[in-house]
């Protein structure tokens, strides 16, 4: 069985991915934490997330976490359409 993030879940992976600071693979707690530092508010902000479709990241991300671990890579979660 696949499981995918929602796509605004994945529009905030993939913002994390693309940050050429990053070193090593963001995992789902990388992901977590980059929410709980203000990236859904940059994303609202850049027009790339709506408000309501933020206020659903972090109860999604908390759900992967508990289901596939903290140390997931979050990249495995990216839903292409």
């Given at each position: 069985?696949?499981?995918?993030?929602?796509?605004?879940?994945?529009r905030?992976?993939?913002?994390?991915?693309?940050?050429?600071?990053?070193?090593?693979?963001?995992?789902?707690?990388?992901?977590?934490?980059?929410?709980?530092?203000?990236?859904?508010?940059?994303?609202?902000?850049?027009?790339?997330?709506?408000?309501?479709e933020?206020?659903?990241?972090?109860?999604?991300?908390?759900?992967?976490?508990?289901?596939?671990?903290?140390?997931?890579?979050?990249?495995?979660?990216?839903?292409?359409?």
């Amino acid at each position: 069985m696949s499981v995918f993030a929602s796509e605004p879940l994945s529009r905030a992976i993939e913002t994390v991915l693309n940050d050429e600071n990053r070193e090593n693979p963001p995992t789902l707690a990388t992901i977590r934490e980059a929410l709980a530092s203000g990236l859904a508010a940059r994303l609202i902000g850049d027009g790339t997330l709506e408000e309501d479709e933020a206020d659903l990241l972090m109860p999604e991300i908390e759900e992967l976490i508990m289901r596939f671990g903290a140390d997931a890579l979050a990249e495995e979660f990216l839903r292409y359409e």
